[in-house]
């Protein structure tokens, strides 16, 4: 009865005014399959999510099959708790087999660098996981190969995210852009010189987009010159 309960829930924190809101913000033209929302807020899943440990993976599995945006997102908070509790590979083949099944960025974002980047973080022979992602045709699955090393960029490791970054910079799509943009932002924090030197190194390869996530950080002036391919 979990999954009744937590689909019940759902729908009675669910709000149209809300799910209105949610359809124009998650843009439908991201995906080929159909999202329907139902105006849940991630806080309130979140919160929904803590009352239902108990959750087994059949259910998480039907929920990430749902065309239900909020089931599919509940689905992965609950699978990065388990992981939480118990990292395991098997963990990690589960979400691997469903990757296909976060279809909008958001469910990416809050579930990839909690499973997959913890799980690579101390397993480097592993991480051509990250790259057969990288290669795939699927949006999601790209998304999922840099945003992953958000984890590893936690703790100083910055090669693989550079080199997936640079396999992405052809990509077309603007949510490409920015999630490696944000990534560059992340490794800057850390390591300006790093950064600066990937932007000069690639910039007339760089997206507009991913350039300008990539330096929010920096001053005005800094930024109109990096703007221009004008560096230090």
Request: hydrophobic letters at 35%.
């Amino acid at each position: 009865m979990t999954l009744h309960h937590i689909t019940k829930d759902l729908q009675r924190a669910a709000s149209k005014e809300k799910a209105k809101s949610y359809a124009r913000f998650f843009h439908q033209s991201y995906t080929n399959k159909k999202d329907r929302f139902i105006g849940v807020s991630l806080p309130e899943q979140r919160q929904i999510a803590r009352r239902h440990p108990e959750v087994n993976m059949s259910d998480i599995q039907k929920l990430l099959k749902s065309d239900i945006h909020e089931y599919r997102m509940i689905g992965g908070i609950i699978l990065t708790s388990k992981f939480k509790d118990n990292p395991s590979e098997e963990l990690v083949q589960f979400y691997l087999k469903n990757t296909k099944n976060f279809y909008n960025w958001d469910l990416v974002d809050v579930t990839c660098a909690k499973i997959l980047g913890k799980f690579l973080l101390d397993k480097k022979k592993k991480r051509k996981i990250l790259y057969n992602l990288a290669k795939s045709n699927n949006l999601w699955e790209k998304r999922i190969s840099i945003v992953s090393t958000f984890e590893f960029i936690r703790h100083n490791d910055f090669g693989d995210t550079l080199k997936i970054a640079e396999i992405h910079l052809q990509d077309k799509h603007d949510l490409m852009h920015k999630a490696i943009g944000w990534m560059l932002r992340e490794v800057g924090k850390r390591n300006e010189t790093i950064l600066k030197d990937f932007i000069k190194t690639n910039y007339k390869k760089l997206p507009r987009t991913t350039l300008r996530y990539a330096i929010e950080r920096f001053s005005e002036e800094e930024r109109k010159k990096m703007l221009k391919g004008e560096f230090n």
